[in-house]
């Protein structure tokens, strides 16, 4: 009985000791809260996003999620577009943000298997592996990226495509990667952007969606939307033209440009 009254008096068994603690405790908590609201970003990095599809889905399911789905419809769609936008044989063609690919794998199955030099590049190796099982083209080569470089010399391609990679990029990076295409392409060289237009209504049901899941706090990877005039200043910054800054969609907007 002396023993209990003693410690109690001792500031750390006392009940004071209790609630000052509890009092902390609920602080914490409640600047953990406030830091959770403020916190804005919510970028899920694509390998993650990828992650999570592959431990939901099938693999063959996960890797079409993964890059929009549609696999081979779309894959074969955004091959007619290269074609339409001057793609032929023998050219070299370099895929940037290839993913597990789609483009790749309808290429495989047309004249191209042969005919192009191929280069994909990814930050996400399972895409990557999953691509190159599907194409089966040994010549063709699949590289992992880590920075914002085209592993390429300068002047070798004959057209670099992006087709929804700059809606997954800060504008600063897209344009990195913009001067990079422009480093490795041939003078005459194309490149094909696909991306969300801010200004095109088709696409403002898309942004909607996000705001929502800002809201909402959903993670996902990050959507960024551009317009022409990015594509107009960017475009007269590297020196390069503006062949169609309309051409057929693909679900998002497309430009063509080419290096003078
Ligand atoms: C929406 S998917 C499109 C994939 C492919 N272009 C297609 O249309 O099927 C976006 C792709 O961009 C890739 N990506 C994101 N950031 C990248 C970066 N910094 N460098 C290269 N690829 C990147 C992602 O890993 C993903 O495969």
């Not at 894959?75 to 483009?103: M, N, T």
Request: net charge neutral; aromatic share 10%; with cysteine.
């Amino acid at each position: 009985m002396r023993l209990k009254s003693l410690l109690q008096k001792l500031p750390l068994f006392s009940d004071k000791g209790d609630s000052v603690e509890r009092t902390i405790k609920e602080k914490q908590r409640a600047q953990r809260k406030k830091e959770k609201i403020v916190i804005p970003n919510l970028r899920l990095s694509y390998a993650e996003a990828t992650s999570q599809l592959l431990g939901k889905y099938d693999r063959a399911t996960a890797m079409s999620l993964a890059v929009g789905g549609d696999y081979e419809f779309m894959g074969d769609a955004l091959r007619v577009r290269l074609e339409r936008f001057g793609l032929k044989e023998g050219d070299y063609l370099i895929d940037v943000g290839c993913g597990s690919g789609r483009l790749a794998y309808a290429l495989s199955l047309s004249k191209y298997r042969d005919t192009i030099r191929y280069l994909g590049i990814d930050i996400v190796p399972a895409m990557l592996e999953f691509a190159v099982e599907k194409c089966q083209c040994p010549s063709w080569r699949f590289e992992l990226v880590t920075d914002l470089r085209i592993p390429e010399a300068d002047e070798c391609a004959d057209m670099v495509c992006f087709f929804s990679v700059f809606t997954h990029l800060m504008q600063e990076e897209s344009f990195i990667y913009l001067r990079e295409a422009q480093r490795v392409l041939k003078p005459g060289g194309k490149i094909v952007i696909s991306y969300f237009d801010m200004a095109d209504p088709k696409h403002w049901e898309i942004f909607e969606s996000n705001v929502n899941s800002v809201r909402g706090r959903q993670s996902k990877p990050m959507d960024i939307f551009l317009s022409e005039d990015f594509l107009n200043v960017w475009a007269q910054k590297l020196n390069l033209e503006i062949l169609n800054g309309r051409a057929p969609d693909c679900g998002q907007r497309t430009c063509i440009l080419q290096k003078l």
